[in-house]
């Protein structure tokens, strides 16, 4: 979520921007994946947590990228993992969506 939406959250702006844009953006992504030209590799930034070299490598196979071997990607991966965090929002002290906006999310989400 882009991190200046942020001084709507709570505001009739802020529920008219989730129930306008939510549903554009999952047939958005539907879109993009039902397309036969379409080569799209999905990521999700836990299993970049918990499984990186196996992640790395299911990346560089997707960009058909020659990486030598596990071990190779191994070597250059190795470095401290904090490059890869999200960036923390310091001083918020509410959640982005109510519990209405949750609901309608998910219920779009996993429609």
Same mark, same amino acid.
């Given at each position: 979520? $882009?991190?200046?939406?942020?001084?709507?959250?709570?505001?009739?702006?802020?529920?008219? @921007?989730?129930?306008?844009?939510?549903?554009?953006?999952?047939? !958005?992504?539907?879109?993009? #994946?039902?397309?036969? $030209?379409?080569?799209?590799?999905?990521?999700?930034?836990?299993?970049?947590?918990?499984?990186?070299?196996?992640?790395?490598?299911?990346?560089? *196979?997707?960009? *058909?990228?020659?990486?030598? %071997?596990?071990?190779?990607?191994?070597? !250059?991966?190795?470095? *401290?993992?904090?490059? @890869?965090?999200?960036?923390?929002?310091?001083? #918020? %002290?509410?959640?982005?969506?109510? #519990?209405?906006?949750?609901?309608?999310?998910?219920?779009?989400?996993?429609?």
């Amino acid at each position: 979520m $882009h991190t200046h939406i942020c001084m709507y959250a709570g505001t009739p702006e802020w529920d008219s @921007f989730i129930a306008a844009y939510m549903q554009g953006w999952k047939e !958005r992504i539907i879109n993009w #994946l039902v397309q036969d $030209h379409a080569k799209v590799h999905v990521v999700y930034y836990e299993d970049l947590l918990t499984n990186k070299l196996e992640e790395i490598i299911k990346i560089l *196979d997707f960009l *058909d990228i020659d990486y030598g %071997s596990p071990e190779q990607v191994q070597i !250059r991966i190795s470095k *401290d993992f904090t490059e @890869f965090k999200r960036p923390q929002m310091k001083g #918020l %002290s509410f959640q982005y969506y109510t #519990l209405k906006q949750t609901y309608f999310i998910k219920t779009v989400i996993h429609d």
